[in-house]
Nanobody, 116 residues
Framework: QVQLVESGGGLVQPGGSLRLSCAASGSIGSIVAMGWYRQAPGKQRELVAGISDGTTKYADSVKGRFTISRDNAKNTVYLQMNSLKPEDTSVYYC???????????WGQGTQVTVSS
């Protein structure tokens, strides 16, 4: 059993920044990939950023604004979000697995709202 606990969401004005954190615990085993997805009301869940073996992947909509990083010693993944836009408003989910396109575990989600 794997537990993922996210934190760092909230309300921010356009142009602002937030940093999401996700701590993994439990039967983690040999985690290869971790990532962040988001899902807005009425829309499909989409991959925002993934990290695996030191390489990273970003959705085109967040390239240059978001940065994913990982602290293996703490089993924690971070998502630094800068220059936030109203369209970034969503519930953000942390995930992990052998491949961040097909995660085996999910966090509970954290709300990010970008609004003036």
């Amino acid at each position: 059993q794997v537990q993922l606990v996210e934190s760092g969401g909230g309300l921010v004005q356009p142009g602002g920044s937030l940093r999401l954190s996700c701590a993994a615990s439990g039967s983690i085993g040999s985690i290869v990939a971790m990532g962040w997805y988001r899902q807005a009301p009425g829309k499909q869940r989409e991959l925002v950023a993934g990290i695996s073996d030191g390489t990273t992947k970003y959705a085109d909509s967040v390239k240059g604004r978001f940065t994913i990083s990982r602290d293996n010693a703490k089993n924690t993944v971070y998502l630094q979000m800068n220059s936030l836009k109203p369209e970034d408003t969503s519930v953000y989910y942390c995930c992990l697995g052998n491949n961040y396109y097909y995660p085996r575990s999910w966090g509970q989600g954290t709300q990010v709202t970008v609004s003036s």
